[in-house]
Structures are given as C-alpha cells and as structure tokens.
C-alpha cells in the first residue's frame, strides 16, 4: 500500500501561482511513477501531469504545458506541482496519483494509489 497526501492548496487570483505537494509513505517511493490529476465539480477526473520514477520523464496535458511542472524528490517521497499564471479554468481539486507500471501515464485507469485531493479555485 501507499499512502498519498496532498498539500499546497488554496484560492488564488487568475495568473499566480500556486506549489502543490503530495507526500507518501508505504512502499518504496521510487518505484512509483507519479501524476497530478484535477477533477472540476461535475466533471471527469482528467489528467494534468506525470512523472516517471526517477524523474527523468514528465507529460503534460496540453493546457498544462509552460505553465505547470512536476517535479519529485525521492529523498523526501514527495512531487510536486508548480502552478504559474493560474486561470479560472484550472480550478478543481488536484489529486495525486501513483502506479507501478511504464507506460500509460496519461490514463487514470492505470494508477493504483490516489490522494483524498487538494482544493484549487482561481478567481478572476
């Protein structure tokens, strides 16, 4: 098992910023790739961005590139993401998500472990 907590949350104005962080316990925290996903109120849970399991690898969804990165650090068994120039669209709540597998980063249906959520609301 892996436990996920999500911290880093909050309300913003449209274009600041935002750090979420996830930190886990449980299994080995490296052997995990690890993603973000956000889900706004009445819709899916969609996938924002992932990181592989030594960090070499990140994806973004489109609405995420140059503006978000994800990052990790095995040492802490935490990843992070950094928001920037945050817009009302990116509201949700943010999970974090882990999976043991390599490929299929993009896809929800392939991450074992999640997070209860960060609450993400940009206002205008």
């Known amino acids: 098992q892996v436990q996920l907590v999500e911290s880093g949350g909050g309300l913003v104005q449209a274009g600041g910023a935002l750090r979420l962080s996830c930190t886990a316990s449980?299994?080995?925290?490296?052997?995990?790739?690890l993603g973000w996903f956000r889900q706004a109120l009445g819709k899916e849970r969609d996938f924002v961005a992932a990181?592989?399991?030594?960090?070499?690898?990140?994806y973004y969804a489109d609405s995420a590139k140059g503006r978000f990165t994800i990052s990790r650090d095995n040492a802490k068994n935490t990843v992070y993401l950094q928001m920037n120039s945050l817009e009302p669209d990116d509201t949700g709540v943010y999970y974090c998500?882990?999976?043991?597998?390599?490929?299929?980063?993009?896809?929800?249906?392939?991450?074992?472990?999640w997070g209860q959520g960060t609450q993400v609301t940009v206002s205008n």
């Open positions: 998500a882990a999976q043991s597998s390599l490929y299929g980063y993009r896809e929800k249906d392939r991450y074992n472990y």
């Open positions: 990181i592989t399991r030594s960090g070499s690898g990140t």
């Open positions: 449980g299994r080995t925290f490296s052997n995990y790739a």
